[in-house]
């Protein structure tokens, strides 16, 4: 088993910065990705940025250049830096692990939320 515990969101003005904390704990494979997701009311969950366990970075063209997402050297703790955020940006933010072995096993933390006023 694995547990996520995000902490960092709440509320911001739009063109401000908020960094997320995800800290994993449990049985980490060796080979593992982090995401970050996000789901505002009415829409679907977007995956907004992942990381895996060898650096490998992606994000949704949405936050590029503006968002980025990073590990901690233990690997446990993913970090997701916002900046220029945008009243879009606001939704419930996620934090997912991937361990990756014969299959694929995902476990989520419970979100935090971010609010961007205008």
């Known amino acids: 088993q694995v547990q996520l515990v995000e902490s960092g969101g709440g509320l911001v003005q739009a063109g401000g910065s908020l960094t997320l904390s995800c800290a994993a704990s449990?049985?980490?494979?060796?080979?593992?990705?982090m995401r970050w997701y996000r789901q505002a009311p009415g829409k679907q969950r977007e995956l907004v940025a992942s990381i895996s366990s060898g650096g490998i970075t992606t994000y949704v063209d949405s936050v590029k250049g503006r968002f980025t997402i990073s590990r901690d050297n233990a690997k446990t703790t993913v970090y997701l830096q916002m900046n220029s955020l945008k009243p879009e940006d606001t939704a419930v933010y996620l934090c997912?692990?991937?361990?990756?072995?014969?299959?694929?096993?995902?476990?989520w933390g419970q979100g935090t939320q971010v609010t961007v006023s205008s």
């Open positions: 449990g049985s980490i494979f060796r080979i593992n990705v």
């Open positions: 997912a692990l991937d361990n990756l072995s014969n299959g694929v096993y995902t476990y």
